[in-house]
Structures are given as C-alpha cells and as structure tokens.
C-alpha cells in the first residue's frame, strides 16, 4: 500500500532541507524519516516546537515551519514516535551484548540519536531513551576510542540544543519533565567544562578555546574578563532557559531545583578559579528578581529567590533585594500568598538581616498600616471601627480579608516568631473550628 508523504508548509522553509521521496515506504517510516531531517537540518538558535492538534491543523502530514518556530501536526508525531521506538527497541539487545563498541560506527551513534531525540519528543519521561543518550555521551570520554575534540563539541552542542528546544517550546510536559531536568543536571556535572567551552565559543564567535581564562588574556584585542565571560557562557543562558521553562509551566519545581544545583555550580567553580563571586551573585539575584516580580503566584520561583538571596552571605545585597521587593508590594498593594511568605520569612529569620533592620522595618510597616486604617476610620466611620475589632481574633482565614487584614495578619505572625511562640500555619482556622476526633 502506498502511504501518503509528509510535505512542507512554510514560506520561511529553506529548499536545501531534505523531503522525503514519494515511494511505498509505510507511513511510519515517511515520518520519522521526514522529522528526522527537519529536526537535523542547520538551525540558527533552539527551536519553538508545537504539536498540532487535528481540529486546528486538518492537513496532518504538512509540517508549518516559520523561520526557529516548527509545527509538528499530532499524527505525524505519532507515526515518526511508532517506527523511532520500534528501531530503537530493535537495536536495544544488541548495544547491551556488545557494549559501546557498536558506537563506534558514525551510522549507529548517529541512528540512536535520531531514535532518542525522536522519542523524547513525544514522550519526555522516557527514562531508557535519556540513559541511552547518557551512555553515548559517556563513550566520548572512553580511552578506547579517543574521538577527536570536534566531535565531542559537535555532539555535546547538540545535545544542549535539543534540551533547550524540549524545554522552552510550548509543549504540554516537556518543560516540567523531571527526566529532562535530571539529564540537563548530569550533563552538568559530567561534561561542565565541555559544556562552557562549547557555549563561550558561541558567546565569543570563536573556535575552541582554554577553559581557563587568566585577567590578561585578550580577545580581538579587547582584554577577557573571565567572571563576565563565565556569567554569559554558563550561568546567563541556564538561567533564561528555567525562565523560559517557569513561563510556559508555573509552579515548575524541576527547574528551579535545577537552578540550585546551577548556583552551586557557580560558587564552587567561581572559589577554584578566583573569579568575582560577589558580582556574579548580584546579577543572578537581579535577573531572578525580575523574574519573580513578574510572577507573583510561582511558588516555587519565590521558593528559589528566598534560597538564592540567603546564600548571597552580603548583607548590603540582601537589605537591597528586600527593600526594593518590599516597598513594591506595599506599595502596588500586591496579596499574593508566595510573595508575602518571602517577605515574612526574612524578617522572622536571623540568617538575612540584622535584628536592627528588620526590627525597623516591622515598626514602619506598622506605623503605615495605623496610618492607614487611621485613613480608613475617617472615611467608613463606624464600619471601618467595626473592621478593625475583628483583629482580636488571630484565627480568622486571611483569605477572606481586605487587603490591611493580609498585612495585620503577617505582622502578627512575625511578631509570634520573635517571641518563639508556636503558633498554627498563618491560614488555618480558629481552634474552635477544628474538628474534634473522637
């Protein structure tokens, strides 16, 4: 039976991309092949992958490309995943019989990397394809068989493209694929100084160069600083990849928990090679700031951005990062639970600022609010009287309380913690709601 080919919708598509010829291959094998020469072609930066649904891209074998943003219709997805996981299983016997020694030949390393980035796009929690990948990329580094160092770039290139592509593309797992995360984190310890010499030659437009940058080494004439250069080969594209990551999923706490091994990363390799640990914490805590403040609701952003301000061990840096998050949620009035859990676990924590100035931010913060409920009483009279007695009971839901409520209710809370009280989670009802069991 002949099956139908794949074919290519796209004003931006480039003729020199292969298409699959028109014979009776079956329907499967069109499509992965076609994919896989999509996928293998000379792109310029990630992809923006999308899968397309049959109800809103009714032709399922025209592949929509416009210039890095690549629509993948949902069934020919489906038919290139059948025949990649059928000549991967296929093949799986053998490489356990024979070891790494099959990955000798370029035709088999290059087929199980075709079969594995195929998989995984379909499916990211498949855990055999990321570890077989794993053990190609480990065979790089066998004395054996000593592949030379264009290789190992070239491959190690691609393997940080397809994890950028996989997760920053609007795919509906991929960015919160916890496979994923772990193999970018393996990648990161295993091959940390492949990976940076592979993204400084990017970042300087060169070709392989010293991982190690002495203060006077130079680059078209202009003097190397290596903490700048470090930030932008390293930390800087990670760092807007979990951005990118935490956009297309909130609460995305295989990233962020990506994002500490990241850091730590930066500190011990900063301390080996004397670079300007101090600078390139700041600028980390800025980027994630932003980041955070255009996010209020991501808990697990937040989570990260508390974790990162305490290991900046600066006072200065952390009385600025708090100052400036505070004043904005004061002053844009902002509710979100993630945002005031930061606030009020720095200021009842001993490990950020000193006593003094959290005490003298707790003090203004409650002059502002009599201030303000002072406001409130002139204008609502007796209600606004009324409102303000309700706050003899420290037990009711701040859910359910105007926006003075919210910040009485930390206060309190914060006021709890200094005096060492135990005292229930800041949402739970009065303890005449509890339920007593019997």
Request: charged fraction near 25%; hydrophobic fraction near 40%.
């Amino acid at each position: 039976m002949t099956s139908k080919s794949p074919s290519v919708s796209s004003r931006s598509y480039s003729p020199s991309r292969a298409h699959p010829p028109d014979d009776d291959r079956s329907a499967e094998q069109a499509a992965y092949e076609y994919l896989v020469n999509v996928l293998n072609a000379s792109w310029h930066g990630h992809l923006e992958v999308e899968v397309l649904s049959p109800d809103l891209h009714p032709d399922q074998f025209a592949i929509r490309i416009i210039e890095n943003a690549v629509g993948i219709p949902q069934t020919l997805l489906l038919l290139a995943f059948q025949y990649a996981r059928l000549l991967f299983l296929s093949g799986l016997p053998q490489a356990r019989s024979h070891g790494l020694d099959r990955w000798d030949d370029f035709q088999v390393r290059a087929h199980t990397m075709s079969c594995t980035q195929i998989i995984l796009l379909f499916d990211p929690t498949h855990v055999t394809a990321a570890n077989t990948r794993k053990r190609l990329l480990r065979w790089l580094f066998d004395p054996s068989f000593s592949p030379a160092g264009s290789v190992i770039d070239e491959i190690i290139r691609k393997e940080l493209w397809l994890l950028d592509s996989l997760q920053t593309s609007p795919l509906p797992k991929h960015t919160k694929s916890s496979v994923l995360w772990q193999h970018r984190r393996w990648l990161l310890d295993e091959f940390l100084e492949w990976v940076m010499d592979v993204q400084r030659a990017d970042v300087l437009g060169s070709k392989r160069m010293s991982i190690l940058l002495a203060p006077n080494d130079t680059f078209g004439g202009n003097p190397i600083d290596p903490t700048e250069i470090f930030w932008r080969s390293l930390i800087e594209p990670e760092l807007k990849v979990i951005a990118t990551s935490g956009e297309r999923h909130r609460l995305n706490y295989h990233g962020w928990d990506f994002a500490r091994r990241l850091i730590e990363v930066m500190i011990d390799y900063s301390d080996e090679n004397d670079l300007d640990l101090p600078r390139l914490m700041s600028t980390s805590v800025d980027l994630v700031q932003d980041w955070c403040l255009s996010h209020l609701s991501d808990t697990s952003g937040w989570t990260f951005f508390l974790w990162l301000v305490g290991q900046t061990r600066d006072e200065n840096l952390m009385t600025r990062c708090f100052v400036s998050v505070g004043n904005l949620v004061v002053s844009y009035r902002y509710r979100q639970e993630p945002v005031w859990i930061f606030i009020r676990t720095i200021l009842a924590s001993e490990d950020f600022l000193s006593a003094e100035f959290r005490a003298t931010f707790v003090g203004e913060l409650s002059g502002w609010l009599e201030q303000e409920l002072e406001i409130k009483k002139k204008i609502e009279g007796e209600r606004a009287q009324a409102w303000q007695e309700r706050h003899d009971d420290a037990g009711l839901r701040l859910q359910e309380m105007p926006y003075f409520d919210l910040v009485m209710g930390h206060l309190k809370w914060i006021k709890h913690r200094w005096q060492g009280r135990v005292r229930p989670a800041l949402f739970d009802p009065p303890p005449d709601q509890h339920t007593t069991r019997v």
